[in-house]
């Protein structure tokens, strides 16, 4: 029986129905693209920087650093223009970077070849004052009256130029004590420099210096300023005695004491001296500027006159 119910109960099958896979989210395909899209923004902005050059690296950086600064010194920048040429900007003439108004490379070669002409000229001028050094030198030494009075005649060249200068001694005076009367001798002397000189193209500057020995009584009498520029002017006569052009003499000045040459004993003759400097064309611009023609003369003031400031 127990058999026979076994054989007649229901056999039943449970099957487990599996559900279809859920649809997968497009999250990763957005995070993908926009890995991709910053890769090639990357991949374009080493391009872009690779071939940019420093001037527009610069001009850029100076704009974003302070754009007003980049306008007013002139020119918009290479980011503001709407042109494919290198450098943009008004300026079509630069290759790279920011850069003013005009300075393009016309004004940039007009530079150098300034400077290029200002070297030439330098070189030359100092190859004249050698040889006129070397003239005057020989001049002194082959005249027996000027060999004579030579240790008082000192040459050197100088920022300014060559300088001539003629030292008093004690006991051979160029000038009458306190007046600016020339001695024959000195007059010998200035005759053969301005005579060396003629010939010269350069300006010719006349500085007169005295002593500390103090001169005048009181401080609107005639002092070592009225005294050193009457003898820088008397100087000036006695070179253009010589036949040397007026016009060639740029300046004549008095110093006074203010400028020694024996720093250590202030009252030495040596101290009293004339220097005549022949300028070199770069202390002639400095001296006239755009006035190379205008000479400038100190005349002598009047005995009542205030004692002359340094120049």
């Known amino acids: 029986m127990a058999t026979e119910a076994k054989k007649l109960q229901p056999i039943i099958i449970k099957r487990v129905k599996k559900g279809g896979h859920s649809a997968h989210g497009g999250a990763w395909k957005i995070a993908y693209a926009d890995f991709v899209t910053a ?6 902005l080493m391009w872009l920087l690779g071939s940019t050059s420093e001037g ?16 007013m010194q002139g020119g918009s920048g290479a980011g503001a223009s709407n042109s494919v040429i290198n450098g943009g900007g008004n300026d079509m003439t630069q290759s790279a970077g920011q850069a003013r108004r005009g300075d393009g490379a016309d004004s940039r070669a007009k530079k150098m070849s300034g400077d290029q002409a200002k070297a030439a000229r330098a070189k030359q001028d100092a190859q004249k004052l050698g040889e006129l ?14 060999a004579e009075f030579s240790d008082q005649i000192k040459l050197s060249i100088t920022a300014d130029g060559l300088q001539i200068q003629i030292v008093d001694d004690q006991k051979r005076p160029m000038f009458d004590s ?3 009367s020339v001695k024959p001798y000195m007059r010998e002397i200035l ?5 060396a000189l003629v010939d010269v193209d350069n300006k010719i500057s006349v500085d007169g210096h005295t002593d ?8 609107r009498g005639y002092s070592n300023w009225e005294l050193s520029a009457d003898r820088a002017n008397a100087t000036r006569r006695e070179l253009v005695a010589s036949g040397m052009p007026d016009d060639k ?37 400095r001296l006239l500027g755009s006035r190379k023609s205008e000479v400038i003369t100190d005349q002598a003031a009047p005995a009542n006159a205030t004692p002359a400031a340094p120049q």
């Open 39 to 44: 890769m090639m923004a990357f991949f374009l």
């Open 56 to 71: 527009d690296k610069k001009g850029l950086s100076d704009y974003f650093q302070s754009p007003l600064k980049v306008a």
């Open 133 to 146: 050094s070397a003239k005057i030198s020989a001049l002194i030494s082959s005249n027996p009256k000027l």
């Open 178 to 180: 306190g007046s600016p």
């Open 191 to 195: 005759q053969e420099v301005g005579l």
């Open 212 to 219: 500390q020995t103090p001169y005048g009584s009181g401080a």
């Open 249 to 285: 003499i740029a300046r004549v000045m008095g110093l006074a004491s203010s400028i020694l040459l024996d720093e250590e004993n202030p009252r030495s003759p040596a101290n009293r001296r004339i220097s005549i400097t022949v300028m070199t064309r770069e202390a002639e611009e």
